[in-house]
């Protein structure tokens, strides 16, 4: 069974750093890109990044780019998301996500993760 | 970026119809290939893959879960609606992979 499990959230002042870790099981995480996607309170979907399996290259949205830094631990089947210079606007659940072998859609979702940027 | 375009609310009753679009600023189509997936959220859950490719259905979905469409515009029907269908629906697409977008969202109530 497939597992998506994120941590690290909490709450943050606007301008610091947080990083996000999500543990993955009941795959080979290694024949996989990853993904980050995150959710607004009373909001809708927005991708964030996207990795491909084994690092070599990464994908962002504009208003995250230079910001964040998606990444992974091949050995420890885990993916990370460092989150720097933190705005209110960052403030969502996030979500990792397993891109489907041809990069179309997310099949599996991890539960979320809540991230809340304020001073 | 593709923009996509969704109705925020639509009213049902329990055993009818329920039909959502999703209109794309441009085409998500390639070559016959519709590049248009559909997502079920329940409060306080993560997404579920429904439909992918417009109109196959995902693993584990029941068959009154149904897809179509091609080009700009995109249909996920329900039929008939059961009590656990009441979340939001989300369009995805990915003809700009890897950069994805989703539509904003439709809240399926009851009426």
């Known amino acids: 069974e497939v597992q998506l499990v994120e941590s690290g959230g909490g709450l943050v002042q606007p301008g610091r750093s947080l990083k996000l870790s999500c543990a993955a099981s009941g795959f080979t995480f290694s024949d996989y890109a990853m993904a980050w996607v995150r959710q607004a309170p009373k909001k809708g979907l927005e991708w964030v990044a996207t990795i491909i399996y084994d690092g070599s290259s990464t994908y962002y949205r504009d208003s995250v780019k230079g910001r964040f830094t998606i990444s992974r631990d091949n050995a420890k089947s885990t993916l990370y998301l460092q989150m720097d210079s933190l705005r209110s606007e960052d403030t969502a659940t996030y979500y990792c996500?397993?891109?489907?072998?041809?990069?179309?859609?997310?099949?599996?979702w991890g539960q979320g993760v809540m991230v809340t940027v304020s001073s | 970026d593709i923009v996509l375009t969704q109705s925020p609310v639509l009213a049902v009753s329990l055993g009818q119809r329920a039909t959502i679009s999703c209109r794309a600023s441009?085409?998500?189509?390639?070559?016959?290939?519709?590049?248009m997936h559909w997502y079920q959220q329940k409060p306080g859950q993560q997404p579920k893959l429904l439909i992918y490719?417009?109109?196959n259905l995902a693993s584990g979905i029941p068959a009154r879960f149904s897809g179509s469409g091609s080009g700009t515009d995109f249909t996920l029907t329900i039929d008939p609606v059961q009590a656990d269908d009441i979340a939001a629906y989300y369009c995805?697409?990915?003809?700009?992979?890897?950069?994805?977008?989703f539509g904003a969202g439709t809240k399926l109530e009851l009426k």
């Open positions: 490719r417009a109109s």
């Open positions: 996500a397993r891109p489907s072998s041809d990069w179309d859609n997310f099949d599996y």
């Open positions: 995805q697409q990915s003809r700009e992979s890897p950069l994805y977008t």
């Open positions: 441009q085409s998500v189509s390639i070559s016959s290939i519709n590049l």
